[in-house]
């Protein structure tokens, strides 16, 4: 039996369920496998073998065997260079790197970090969406969509249920009618549920309403058994409530033309904070940003608590709120900005680069919404009780470790073991060193200490390297990511905060210190400006 034959017949006793004939066929070709001098062969053969180990070895929860056949298939990412099956090889590789992540997970916060196999699935699965995305006829539609399902899997994983909802609705518009999309939506959005305070009901319900859906598509026993498992949970939690129906949320209607872009712009591009956006329900939409902490417990003796968290809370929303008002600003042509300019000299360097208010009010979006994400790192010193950390070490990429090349969470956050504060930790590492969003920071650091020049037409050579260079449409997608990934860090941040008050509240020695919305009393607005009683 030839070492090929012996893959196949692996394979058929793992689709037969003989997971011990499977196992003996996978010895044997693993045997086998120094015998295979030609490098395309050998390529080959550890390719098809690293994936039928995988599968088998999750079933069997064998992380040896999970790791032997990762790296099988890693030997051949290693060789290949064609597109198509180096996607392929990418895809089987960041799956077995998540299979072992789904074993180690559960010791993540004795070991007090993420483990590393996290780390390797994230970039791998990212590597491969971007080739896939770069270029048509890559991969079938069904695994382009499948890319997006299992790399919402693993950040779902790890909490950062936000983004993951964003790539199982990618899938979706891959294949709408994939069964694995609609399903694993569905489980998250129902575990979000009871923290989605004011949209549980919407929540609830969309859940059941997918995974209906879900059932009814094609899909393997062990995965159609567990959506009808949660289904039935659902089902369960909708009965347990007296009455079940779509929360009632008031829409402010448009005051202006700019305030009916500001909605539309920010509804298209997902800006608002505001739970029921995840939902992808335009019925429920609201325009608006209603996220806000609903309850904090402190100790009777204490009471400063509420007003330094809400206080906090309030200056991460306003400074996000003003970051999207610049950006919507930026491209909405207004005649008080216009008057901005008025009366500027500036002169034309002959390189056709931009320059306007409009201009600036877009590079100052970018730059105050990364401002967000270290406002929340001290929200998070101060809520968690971090007291070796002064001010001026605080920032999002190292508040959550001893130093910023630590992988090793502090024990102040540790011992928590809330998996929201995780998901801010791993978005954390995607903006360190090497990260996939390194590059926020250093456009960030960019835009503060130097200078981006935004261009529309032609972007001229830059001979010394001395002015970074950009076309505006780009620049544009990458502040609209930006927000994206501050808005997703409030979210995780507002949850982490809603289960540790959870955990407190079965305490009885705290009371109960509600919160209260602003109302018009306390927004300060300028004496002068105008008004029908202004004149020239």
Not at 423 to 446: H, K, P, S
Request: net charge negative; proline share 4%.
């Amino acid at each position: 039996m030839s070492i090929f034959d012996s893959i196949q017949a692996a394979d058929r006793a793992l689709d037969a369920n003989d997971l011990e004939g499977a196992v003996g066929f996978v010895a044997t070709a693993e045997a086998a496998l120094p015998q295979v001098l030609d490098q395309a062969e050998a390529v080959r053969a550890k390719a098809d073998l690293g994936g039928i180990m995988i599968d088998l070895g999750s079933l069997r929860s064998d992380e040896a065997m999970i790791a032997r056949g990762t790296q099988f298939i890693e030997y051949g990412i290693g060789q290949m260079t064609h597109p198509v099956q180096r996607v392929h090889l990418l895809y089987n590789a960041a799956n077995g790197f998540s299979a072992l992540w789904s074993i180690r997970k559960r010791r993540c916060f004795e070991l007090e970090m993420l483990d590393a196999s996290h780390v390797r699935a994230k970039a791998l699965f990212r590597e491969a969406m971007a080739m896939v995305e770069a270029e048509a006829g890559l991969a079938s539609p069904h695994l382009h969509a499948q890319l997006y399902v299992n790399f919402a899997n693993l950040l779902d994983s790890v909490s950062r249920s936000v983004e993951a909802i964003t790539y199982y609705d990618r899938a979706l518009r891959v294949d709408s009618t994939m069964g694995m999309a609609l399903g694993n939506k569905a489980m998250t959005i129902f575990r979000l549920a009871g923290l989605a305070h004011g949209h549980t009901h919407q929540f609830m319900l969309t859940a059941r309403e997918l995974l209906a859906q879900a059932i009814q598509k094609p899909l393997h026993t062990p995965e159609k058994t567990t959506f009808e498992r949660v289904s039935a949970a659902v089902q369960s939690a909708i009965e347990s409530h007296s009455q079940v129906s779509p929360e009632f949320h008031s829409r402010n209607p448009p005051q202006t033309t700019f305030h009916r872009f500001l909605q539309r712009f920010c509804a298209q591009n997902e800006l608002y904070l505001t739970p029921s956006t995840v939902l992808s329900r335009p019925e429920w939409a609201i325009y608006g940003d209603p996220l806000y902490i609903t309850r904090m417990h402190a100790a009777l003796d204490d009471d400063t608590k509420f007003d330094r968290c809400i206080t906090f809370l309030n200056q991460i929303k306003q400074d996000y709120i003003l970051a999207r008002y610049f950006l919507v600003q930026s491209q909405f042509r207004s005649d008080v900005v216009d008057t901005v300019d008025e009366d500027v000299a500036l002169y034309y360097p002959l390189d056709y680069s931009l320059h306007s208010a409009y201009i600036q009010l877009l590079k100052n979006a970018f730059r105050l919404t990364i401002d967000v994400m270290d406002k929340i790192s001290m929200f998070v010193r101060d809520y968690f009780g971090i007291t070796s950390v002064g001010d001026e070490r605080v920032n999002y990429r190292s508040i959550w470790t001893e130093s910023i090349s630590s992988t090793t969470l502090r024990p102040e956050l540790t011992s928590k073991k809330n998996w929201f504060i995780l998901a801010l930790f791993d978005l954390a590492l995607d903006l360190r060193r090497g990260g996939a969003y390194e590059w926020l920071i250093q456009r960030r650091n960019v835009l503060t200490h130097r200078f981006l020049v935004l261009h529309d037409i032609v972007i001229p050579d830059e001979k010394d390297g001395a002015i970074p260079r950009l076309h505006v449409d780009v620049f544009l997608r990458e502040c609209i990511k930006a927000m994206q990934i501050a808005r997703a860090a409030v979210f995780y941040l507002v949850l982490a905060v809603e289960t540790e008050e959870s955990k407190t509240a079965k305490d009885g020695r705290y009371g109960v210190i509600p919160g209260t919305p602003v109302d018009d009393v306390f927004r300060w607005t300028p004496s002068s400006g105008a008004s029908p009683w202004d004149r020239l």
